[in-house]
């Protein structure tokens, strides 16, 4: 403690021996008495999370006036770039004006139903009724249901499809679809993703359960019924314009320290045994240390939902036209009709080509470069100004991610180069 006294500043107990000369100004402590916490405690357990794939705790409200359509999709993150675009919001001062956005490209192969399943509604909340399978699934899916499939006998649903080839297998398919229509209030579907199409290591295909919304329930359960087995696109659940929810698993750091985990400031330079701590972890009594304290621990790779971010485009995979050639131009637009796909120069660092359907949000998503998301329909949607914002692209770059880039395509570059060593022919 000091005392300012005189413009000067003495410690207290010199100041407690002073005469009445000295006038004293103030007391002055020098440290705060009350800080805002650091970090949120909305997020404990910070630990890893159990679910690698975005889990869906809850679906949007079914509006029945609609018709029946998919809540949500799959998608695997490919990796940043960024787009140029003219803001439409009458009023602000950017309105008509070009601004640049970074966006994030999530490849969405099509999905493919498997199986229909019908909840009922009771007072401690919705009950499972029963579940309705396809008569046929692919070896990614059947890779989901084993620990190791190689090694298996491969039996997963083998007496199932056999005896739904047979009239009273049938006749039980159509009595438990009835069943569905007559007792259930919620429709889901069981889809899974084409995962072998992408260039990933893995072959285990990723199940969801899709909640299907709109219509009355024999609506959901003859549309669930029409999409079994055929491949569903992402175009098919989401347009541009959208706002969507995304659900996945943050970047993992492993055990890290309270500093970089909490943003509890750093002590003194000359703090023995160390600076990157907490002073004090709690009062003697009690004799505990309380679960809001700060401390050292997991650092990521937890499960969070990412709410209204919205869709930029919903681009078309590569595909062949009438006379068979290949059409890759998925990021051509309007105001720059350049032939270019939506793969920088050089691919996506850590990820590779992007050959199926996308989709481009704004801004940035939760994870790593080919982490599984969860997309979901927004629970809440955004009504505001900014939400309701008409999306014109100009411009999307695909110059190399992987250093400084200065070419959007190879011809470009080789415009600019000239022709280069390795391509003249001796």
């Known amino acids: ?4 006294a005189n413009n000067r500043h003495y410690p207290l107990e010199y100041a407690l021996c002073m005469d009445s000369s000295f006038t004293t100004d103030w007391i002055v402590s020098h440290r705060k008495f009350r800080a805002p916490r650091h970090g949120s405690l909305g997020f404990l357990p910070r630990k890893r999370t159990k679910h690698h794939r975005g889990r869906v705790r809850s679906f949007p409200r079914d509006n029945k006036e609609l018709k029946p359509h998919l809540t949500a999709f799959i998608g695997y993150k490919a990796g ?10 009458t009023g602000s001062k950017a309105h008509k004006k070009e601004v640049v956005e ?14 229909i399943v019908g909840y009922v509604s ?26 190791n499939y190689v090694r298996s006998k491969k ?20 009595d438990q679809l ?18 072998d199409v992408l260039n990933l290591r893995q072959k285990k295909a990723h199940i969801m359960e899709i909640q299907v919304n709109g219509g009355t329930v024999a609506d959901k359960v003859a549309f669930a019924k029409e999409l079994l087995e055929k491949e569903v696109p992402v175009s098919q659940v989401f347009q541009s314009n959208e706002g969507i929810d995304v659900l996945g698993a943050t970047k993992g750091h492993g055990f890290e320290g309270v500093t970089h985990r909490w943003g509890v400031k750093k002590l003194p330079r000359k703090t023995h045994k160390g600076l990157r701590k907490v002073a004090c972890i709690g009062a003697w009594h009690p004799a505990n240390v309380q679960y809001s304290i700060a401390r050292a621990g997991q650092h990521g790779y937890h499960h969070r939902t990412e709410m209204n971010k919205k869709i930029y ?6 595909y062949k036209d009438e006379n068979g050639k290949e059409v890759t131009n998925n990021a051509s637009v309007a105001a720059d009709p350049t032939d270019k796909s939506i793969t920088p120069m050089g691919g996506f660092p850590r990820y590779g080509v992007v050959k199926q359907d996308f989709l481009l949000v704004k801004g940035s998503t939760v994870g790593v470069k080919k982490r599984v998301l969860t997309l979901r329909k927004a ?10 914002e008409q999306i014109t692209l100009k411009f999307i770059d695909t110059s190399s991610k992987f250093g400084h880039g200065r070419f959007q395509t190879k011809d470009e570059k080789r415009a600019f180069m000239g022709q280069l060593k390795r391509d003249r022919k001796e």
């Open 1 to 4: 403690m000091e005392v300012v």
């Open 80 to 89: 940043m770039t960024h787009i140029v675009r003219e803001v439409d919001r």
């Open 102 to 115: 970074a966006v994030t490209v999530i490849e969405t192969p099509p999905m493919v139903p498997i199986g």
């Open 122 to 147: 009771t007072p401690r909340g919705l009950r499972q009724l029963t579940t309705v399978f396809a008569g046929n699934m692919s070896e990614t899916c059947m890779r989901r249901f084993y620990k």
């Open 155 to 174: 039996k997963a649903f083998s007496r199932y499809f056999a005896r739904l080839k047979t009239e009273e297998g049938k006749k039980n398919f159509e």
């Open 178 to 195: 009835a069943r569905l229509v007559k007792h259930c209030s919620v429709i889901r579907l069981i889809a899974h993703t084409k995962i």
């Open 313 to 318: 485009m919903v681009g078309k995979g590569y």
């Open 379 to 388: 629970v809440i949607p955004d009504t505001s100004r900014r939400g309701q």
